[in-house]
């Protein structure tokens, strides 16, 4: 029988007794436990989050028999008489709603509440959100025998995020203020509070009243609470890595390689394991394919727009940038650095951490990640619409595996003659010019062997092809000439010498008057 893979499966309770493969996180769930915190978790979108928090409604209603055979059973027995206890929950799930509308927000948080209340038979005529819910708290309390009160809300910033308008996302704020804020001081009838993220605001209440809740996000201790590891794909996925292999017609360990490439290399902690993204993993073993999907499943256009009003370049997220722990747990609206939010929604991921200066260095997590990324900057770096863009990366790899280097020129001219001018102060033109250029051959990087380079030493594109080795040099307002003295002073061609291949060298210059192709030489 094939294994029941949980691609869209979020209640832990059904996937148990549907016989769905559950990756085993129950560890966690004790450790939280023991601390005897208020807790916030910080993960992508299709991370695991909402099942993880199921998980934490199980087993506080108690229902042993769901975690029969997992790590927390033979913890949870050894309490002994108080093994087991079961509390009240009140779940807010806030991944779906009409955030939109005025009183969206209010109304999904009534309709929890009146779920809760339902569940342990209460009435409540109160009209304030903030009253009631802090009314239900205490009444659960003495009506369940003076248990402490389980509060669990995911997703608790998808009423603050765009494409809400800033004055819906400032009025849905301002109602979370008020209605979250009741927790602060109820630490009597309260057991346990946990909270999800994909993005933490720093100015939000639940952060600034609620100064008691404990961020684990980049918590090493956390680190594999969400996404699979290493050790944990091998153990739980052993039957679907070998059908993956037999439908692809390669070697067991050849699919791994392409599974870690694709969808691996996350990282929430300064040193820490990495990570599988479970959405795209689980996914391709449903599919027998190594495709992406979880760019697929929606990539928010809101996150380019953050990208195109910095100033940073597309290159940056390859080449790596730096961030301290401050920053990248923090986000505020009004600041410009998109790094924080990039780090939140998964887009970068750690890869060093120096402990001298408590820097992080990030970049894209894996292939999936970083093609993703670039394809979806298509329409706002190369402005391409419809099919009569002249851009194609199939011309372009084509066009370099044949060597012809003057229809290479033509390609390029035509490219850029149809990318539209957009108007940014921020920027400069050679810095518009540069994502374009660097966003064309990053694109055609999946086809032919394409480095690109800023720092001195190396040629500013190399592109590698069974036949022949491009060496470019790009300039903006000098001459081709001055681009081939670059090439030749700075001897890029050295490593290349013992090559049966060809070398072609290409001095480029462009006009920031006619934004294109104003020089181009070969030799």
């Not at 909402?50 to 998980?55: A, D, I, K």
Request: charged content about 30%; some cysteine; glycine content about 6%.
């Amino acid at each position: 029988m094939p294994q029941l893979l949980p691609t869209s499966e979020q209640d832990f309770e059904r996937l148990i007794t549907d016989g769905f493969v559950y990756v085993d996180k129950t560890q966690y769930i004790w450790k939280l436990v023991e601390m005897k915190s208020k807790y916030f978790l910080s993960r992508p979108r299709r991370f695991g989050k909402s099942l993880f928090v199921s998980t934490l409604e199980a087993y506080f209603s108690g229902k042993k028999e769901l975690f029969k055979g997992l790590a927390i059973e033979k913890l949870e027995n050894a309490r002994g008489k108080d093994a087991w206890t079961k509390y009240p929950v009140i779940h807010f799930a806030l991944s779906g709603g009409q955030f939109y509308k005025e009183d969206g927000l209010e109304k999904r948080l009534a309709n929890e509440l009146a779920i809760t209340e339902k569940k342990y038979d209460l009435e409540s005529d109160e009209t304030d959100i903030a009253v009631r819910f802090l009314n239900d708290i205490a009444d659960i309390y003495y009506k369940t025998g003076e248990r402490g009160v389980v509060v669990l809300v995911d997703e608790y910033d998808k009423p603050l995020l765009p494409p809400l308008t800033e004055e819906q996302i400032e009025k849905n704020r301002s109602l979370y203020k008020g209605f979250f804020s009741v927790l602060k001081d109820q630490d009597k009838y309260l057991k346990f509070v946990f909270f999800t993220g994909v993005t933490k605001f720093s100015k939000v209440s639940i952060f600034s009243d609620l100064n008691q809740l404990r961020d684990i996000s980049m918590s090493e201790d956390f680190s594999g609470i969400c996404g699979f590891t290493e050790a944990e794909v091998h153990k739980y996925f052993k039957d679907a890595i070998e059908e993956l292999a037999d439908h692809n017609e390669i070697s067991e360990e050849k699919c791994v390689d392409e599974l870690r490439k694709m969808y691996d290399g996350y990282h929430f902690a300064a040193e820490s394991e990495g990570v599988y993204n479970p959405y795209s993993l689980l996914n391709a073993f449903q599919d027998n394919a190594f495709d992406s999907y979880w760019f697929e499943s929606g990539t928010p256009g809101f996150l380019i727009e953050k990208l195109k009003e910095s100033s940073f370049r597309s290159e940056d997220f390859v080449n790596g940038v730096e961030s301290t722990e401050k920053e990248m747990k923090d986000y505020r609206v009004e600041n410009a650095n998109p790094v924080p939010l990039f780090y939140q929604s998964g887009y970068l991921t750690i890869r060093h951490y120096d402990r001298e200066f408590r820097t992080y260095s990030l970049g894209f997590p894996n292939m999936e990640v970083r093609r993703g990324f670039f394809e979806s900057l298509v329409p706002y770096v190369l402005g391409e619409k419809d099919s009569e863009n002249s851009f194609s990366v199939r011309k372009l790899v084509q066009t370099l595996r044949k060597g012809d280097t003057e229809e290479l020129h033509d390609l390029l001219y035509s490219i850029f003659a149809s990318i539209p001018y957009i108007e940014n102060r921020n920027v400069t033109y050679e810095s518009v010019w540069r994502n374009q250029i660097y966003l064309i051959f990053e694109l055609s990087g999946e086809f032919v062997a394409c480095e690109q380079h800023t720092s001195q030493g190396r040629s500013d594109c190399v592109v590698e092809t069974a036949d022949y080795v491009y060496l470019f040099e790009f300039k903006v307002d000098k001459n081709a000439d001055e681009a081939l003295a670059q090439i030749e002073s700075k001897d890029y061609a050295g490593k290349y010498r013992a090559d049966n291949r060809k070398i072609i060298k290409i001095g480029a210059d462009f006009s920031s008057k006619t934004r294109n192709l104003d020089d181009w030489k070969v030799v």
